[in-house]
């Protein structure tokens, strides 16, 4: 018997199984099983061995026995590619497995065993075989070990003892090599994914590098579990949800000629598009007979459909350098999707092996899924950086156009004539501007009649498509208003003051109303209103892919109590100008209110851009981090809108009326927390100030009654947080508590500070509009003297009090809002 001189089964001293067994472990991929194959082929001189698997949905127990065996794996002494024809039931390999006893084929011309129509045994010339049946290791599994020789002399007793010897071990090292198999792919994808997450948090590189990091990280991964499968193709294709919401792009793929179709959509007929739609994997056996095998892919997988983009057959063909007689190996196809938290991000799928094993197993589709989980958190965390940074931009941009907007209506309403139209247009543009994908705008108001709303001011070039009446039709639509049911968007947003927002308006039945731009894709309604006056709304429409970003909505809604508070100064200066006795006296308290609105936007507008800028400069893509601070401030811009009502009517002597309504304790401790959480989050943290709420006084209003304001109390609460933080001292806490006052028995809220001292003397004059302490102008320039002013006036206009108790000894001022309290029987 003619063996090779590097005999790995018997060469080491007596121990052939040990150095089998230990070979086999050497074996790093799916392809050691061939090399496994090899061995046990030399160890006994065949010319090939074979691992022969059985064929899912067949059936070798039942009476006839049905189905088929497969090819899961070979090693040939020729390297051929693929020569073997699937094996019936019928045959001796399926007799070795039905039996469970090994079968001698002496001649595969005269024995019985042998398949009626072995056309692949003559082709490759053979003449004897031995086959063992085996078992892998999860037992649901079955198949065969098959050796052929060429020569006329059929296997000895003696090596079919060793082939039984060995074959048996060869699920089980498969298995081993297998598990090695995962842990490598795994930590190489988790050691590329780690090294990405370095690179696209280094704030030195512009987001096109940090871009093209993340698509070279993909190009690793595809790489890597290509060489891992050994297959042709590994390809990712993955959604981009802010730029174009539903395209599935290919990011990255191992494919070595150009793709015929790089974008995939959900519903489309396809492979892929069925993985997207459905959020399921998919393994196909073998796409050369998709059509043989049609009726069980339509079972498992209703409705798949596959369009051979790739033209695979020729493709593989040409990539292994087969002739064209010889048979293709199976073209095996595996797809998971890409998804977290239920949502599909994208899909990765390989493609046909470019060596044995050629079938995926259930098991390499898991670790697919793996891959893709992995990819999916990373895919997910890069989308959700850009659109953190795409926010933090937008509320940057903000706080800039802002500021400039407010001087610019203050510039046009300080006129003879306030110029409202001017005022309209250039918020438009600030729309435009600081909201992503704005593309189609206008502003809304009631008109004259009271009846409907109108256009007042268009933005986009969508506004003056068409024919001169075209136009002037579109922008003299009508939407009426105060209807029994609103029959559009805007009506309905005017009439609940609440912002309206749809990604998909086309399907909205009020939409057709709505306007005459068909390819509106989103939109934005936000009510113009200042306190209870509603008197218009401000659209904001979106026709491309990509979205609005996440802070849209929020600046929409600022926009529309800005435009309000501007309308409401507009008209409260026209009533002036209208007073001729008075006109005077009401044009200066005017001038003083629109001084006072321009000096309490420009803080909150300003401390907003520094902090932004600073923390941006400072920590780069990690910014959104104090996203809350940044909108705690903007907050307090839309409290403006409050305070510049309150005195611009004390102003003109008009009372104060609030609307009673009885508190509780959960909202009390609820308006204590946020308040001080939000004045908190603006003092600057290298002061160390923090501000405790006390909660176990509220327990009062068991027993006792209040009512109020809300949203006075409110205001009143965050003037006096807000002198707290501006004056304490470094390293200091402020405490928040309340209860009952030991002899009146009224509930109050008290503010403790240890800051800057209020002396006895200072008490009457600290509530006076405009007076503030030498000591308070040298700490900050902040702060126009009008807080305590319109906090005294609230508490009057409740029938109650503002109590301020000079500074003690202790170094502590305290602050009291002192209500009416009726107590409860």
């Known amino acids: 018997m003619n063996r090779e001189t590097a005999d790995p ?9 040990t150095s089998f067994v230990t070979l086999a472990l050497d074996q790093k991929s799916r392809s050691g099983l061939s090399e496994i ?27 006839p026995p049905r189905g088929h065996l497969f090819v899961l794996d070979q090693w040939l002494q020729d390297g051929r590619i693929y020569a073997f024809d699937d094996l019936p039931a019928h045959s ?16 595969v011309n005269t024995d019985p065993h042998v398949s009626k129509d072995p056309r692949y045994l003559r082709r490759l010339g053979v003449e004897s075989a031995v086959v063992v049946p085996i078992i892998f290791p999860d037992s649901t599994r079955r198949g065969v070990i098959a050796l052929y020789r060429k020569s006329a002399s059929p296997f000895s007793p003696e090596e079919i003892a060793t082939v039984e010897q060995l074959a048996p071990l060869v699920p089980a090292l498969y298995q081993t090599i297998r598990v090695k198999m995962i842990f490598s792919l795994t930590r190489g994808v988790d050691e590329i994914l780690s090294r990405a997450k370095l690179l696209t948090h280094d704030g030195q590189l512009t987001r096109e590098k940090v871009e093209a990091q993340v698509r070279e990280a993909v190009q690793q991964i595809c790489d890597t579990v290509s060489e891992s499968f050994k297959c042709i193709e590994t390809s990712v294709f993955l ?10 792009e290919l990011i990255a793929t191992t494919w070595p000629e150009p793709f015929e179709k790089t974008v995939y959509h959900r519903h489309e007929k396809s492979l892929t598009s069925w993985v997207l739609t459905h959020a399921r994997p998919v393994k196909i056996f073998d796409l050369g007979n998709f059509e043989r095998d049609r009726q069980a892919i339509e079972t498992e997988y209703r409705g798949l459909v596959w369009t051979d983009s790739l033209d695979i057959k020729s493709s593989v063909r040409g990539f292994l350098d087969l002739k064209p007689e010889d048979d293709l190996p199976p073209l095996s196809i595996m797809a998971a999707p890409i998804a977290i938290g239920g949502k599909v991000l994208g899909a990765i799928r390989c493609c046909s092996a470019k060596m044995g094993p050629y079938y995926f197993a259930e098991a390499d589709l898991n670790l697919l899924e793996l891959v893709a989980a992995k990819i999916s958190q990373y895919w997910s ?18 706080s800039k156009k802002m500021g400039e907007l407010n001087q610019f209506a203050l510039s046009r309403l300080s006129t003879d004539e306030p110029a409202e139209s001017d005022i309209y247009a250039e918020a438009l543009r600030v729309t435009r501007a600081v909201i992503r994908g704005a593309e189609i705008n206008d502003i809304r108001m009631l008109d004259e009649t009271g009846g409907a709303l109108g256009f007042v001011a268009t933005l986009g070039h969508a506004w003056n498509k068409g024919s001169l009446k075209e136009i002037h039709a579109r922008k003299g639509l009508r939407f009426p208003v105060r209807t029994p049911v609103p029959n559009s968007i805007g009506a309905s947003v005017f009439e609940s003051a609440q912002v309206y927002f749809n990604q998909d308006v086309a399907n909205h039945p009020s939409y057709p109303e709505e306007s005459t731009f068909p390819d509106v894709k989103r939109m934005i309604v936000a009510p113009i209103w200042v306190g209870e006056y509603t008197y218009g709304v401000l659209d904001i429409r979106g026709v491309g892919e990509q979205g609005f970003p996440r802070s849209a909505v929020a600046i929409a809604e600022l926009l529309g109590r800005q435009l309000g508070l501007y309308r409401y100064i507009a008209e409260t200066i026209k009533e002036l100008k209208l007073a001729k006795g008075e006109l005077a006296a009401q044009v200066r308290e005017r001038i003083q209110t629109l001084e006072d609105l321009a000096h309490q936007l420009k803080s909150p507008i300003n401390q907003a851009q520094a902090r932004v800028q600073q923390y941006v400069a400072r920590e780069g893509l990690n910014a959104d981090k104090r996203l809350a601070a940044i909108r705690g401030l903007i907050r307090k811009t839309k409290r403006v809108a409050m305070s510049t009502m309150l005195y ?11 609307k009673l309504a009885p508190l509780d304790q959960d909202s009390i401790v609820k308006l204590l927390i946020e308040a001080a959480s939000d004045n908190e989050l603006m003092i600057d943290p290298q002061r160390k100030v923090v501000m405790n709420v006390f909660r176990e006084g509220v327990e009062v ?6 009512e109020a304001d809300f949203d006075m109390l409110e205001q009143a609460l965050n003037n006096i947080l807000d002198n707290a933080a501006k004056y304490s ?27 800057l001292p209020i002396k006895s003397a200072e008490i009457q004059e600290c509530v006076k509009r405009g007076w503030r302490s030498e000591a308070a102008r040298m700490v900050t320039g902040e702060g126009s003297g009008i807080g305590l002013w319109i906090v005294k006036n609230i508490m009057e206009a409740h029938g109650g009090e503002l109590r301020i108790i000079p500074t003690a000894a202790s170094n502590r001022t305290e602050v009291k809002l002192i209500f009416p309290t009726q107590a409860l029987r």
């Open 92 to 107: 001796a390999a399926g007799h070795s497995l039905i039996t469970g006893m090994t079968v001698n084929v002496e001649d």
């Open 239 to 248: 959604e981009d949800r802010a730029r174009a919401p539903g395209t599935y």
């Open 729 to 755: 001292y470094p390293n200091s806490v402020v405490e928040i508590f309340c209860g009952l006052t030991t002899r009146t028995r009224r509930f109050h809220i008290s503010v403790s500070n240890a800051g």
């Open 648 to 658: 611009a009517a004390l102003g003109g002597g008009k009372p104060i009326r609030p």
């Open 381 to 398: 965390d890069w989308l959700n950086e850009l659109e953190a940074l795409e926010e933090n931009r937008s509320w940057q941009l903000f």
């Open 701 to 706: 209003l068991q027993s006792n009654r209040i």
């Open 9 to 17: 089964i018997h060469d080491k001293a007596g121990a052939p199984l």
């Open 37 to 63: 194959l090899k061995n046990i082929a030399l160890a006994v001189d065949a010319y090939g061995c074979v691992l022969w698997e059985v064929a899912p949905g067949s059936d070798f127990d039942a009476e």
